[in-house]
C-alpha cells in the first residue's frame, strides 16, 4: 500500500506542469526565445499554454503569429494555414496582419532545389499547381492590400515566378490535351493561362497552341486573330506542335 502510494506521489509530481504559475509575460517570453533558438515544438507548445490561459493579454495576439510560424517551421502546413487563417478572421486590421498574409503565401511556397533541381531537370510547373496557387493567392492579398508593407518587394518577387510556374502548368496542360486531339480542351486551358497571368514566359507557346487548335478545328478567322497577336508580340515563332 506505502510502495503504491508512494509511486502515485512521483508520477503526480512527474507529471505536474513547471509552466503552471508562469504570467504570461514568462510564458511568451520564454516561447519567444525557444522559437528563435529553432525549438519549435517546445516554442509551440509554451505559446499554446498562453493562448489558453491569457487569451486577451497584450501577448496573446503576437503568440497567435508564432504559433503559426513554428508550424509552417515544422512543415505541418494544414495546422499552419489554419493558425493563421484564424488570427486574420480575429484581427483583420492588426499592425502585423500584411506579415501573416507573407506567413500564408510562403507557406504553400514550392521552389525546386537550387542545385539538384538543374541537375534533374526539375520543373516546378510539374507540380500539383494547388498549393502554387494558394501561395500565389496569399501573396496577391498581401501586394494588394498592403503595397507598402515590408514584405511586399518580396512577395512581388515570388508572384512573378509563382504566374510563371502555374502558367507553363497550364500549357503543359494544354499541350497534352493537343497532343491528344482535344481542340477544344487545348483551347480552354491556353487561353485560361493568358487570361489569369497576363505577361507570364509561356505565353508565346500558349499562343501558338490557341492559333493551331484553332486550325485543326477548321475555324480559319480564329486562328487569323491568334495568328496576328503572335506575330505582333513574338516575331520568332516556336516549333509546331503535332497531335
Known amino acids: 500500500m506505502l510502495a503504491g502510494a508512494l509511486a502515485l506521489a512521483a508520477c503526480s509530481s512527474l507529471e505536474k506542469d513547471a509552466t503552471a504559475k508562469w504570467d504570461a509575460d514568462r510564458l511568451y517570453k520564454e516561447g519567444h526565445s525557444e522559437l528563435q533558438a529553432g525549438n519549435w515544438n517546445h516554442a509551440r507548445e509554451l505559446l499554446e499554454k498562453l493562448e489558453s490561459r491569457y487569451p486577451f493579454g497584450r501577448y496573446a495576439q503576437q503568440g497567435q503569429i508564432e504559433i ?26 492588426h499592425p502585423n496582419a500584411d506579415y501573416v498574409h507573407y506567413l500564408k503565401g510562403l507557406i504553400n511556397f514550392i521552389e525546386p532545389p537550387a542545385f539538384v533541381g538543374r541537375l534533374i531537370g526539375y520543373r516546378v510547373s510539374e507540380r500539383d499547381p494547388k498549393a502554387m496557387r494558394d ?109
Request: net charge neutral; aromatic share 12%.
Open 135 to 243: 501561395s500565389f493567392e496569399a501573396f496577391k492579398e498581401l501586394v494588394s492590400r498592403f503595397p507598402d508593407s515590408r514584405y511586399a518587394p518580396d512577395a512581388r518577387i515570388r508572384l512573378r515566378y509563382l504566374q510563371n510556374a502555374l502558367a507553363a502548368h497550364e500549357v503543359r496542360v494544354a499541350d497534352y490535351y493537343y497532343r491528344r486531339g482535344a481542340y477544344i480542351a487545348a483551347l480552354e486551358r491556353a487561353q485560361g493561362a493568358l487570361r489569369e497571368f497576363p505577361g507570364a514566359a509561356a505565353q508565346q507557346e500558349a499562343l501558338t497552341l490557341i492559333a493551331q487548335s484553332y486550325e485543326r478545328l477548321g475555324l480559319t478567322e480564329l486562328q487569323a486573330d491568334a495568328e496576328r497577336v503572335l506575330r505582333l508580340n513574338f516575331p520568332q515563332p516556336v516549333a509546331v506542335k503535332t497531335p
Open 68 to 93: 503559426a510560424y513554428a508550424y509552417y517551421k515544422q512543415g505541418e502546413t494544414a495546422d499552419a494555414l489554419e493558425a493563421a487563417d484564424r488570427f486574420l478572421k480575429a484581427n483583420p486590421s
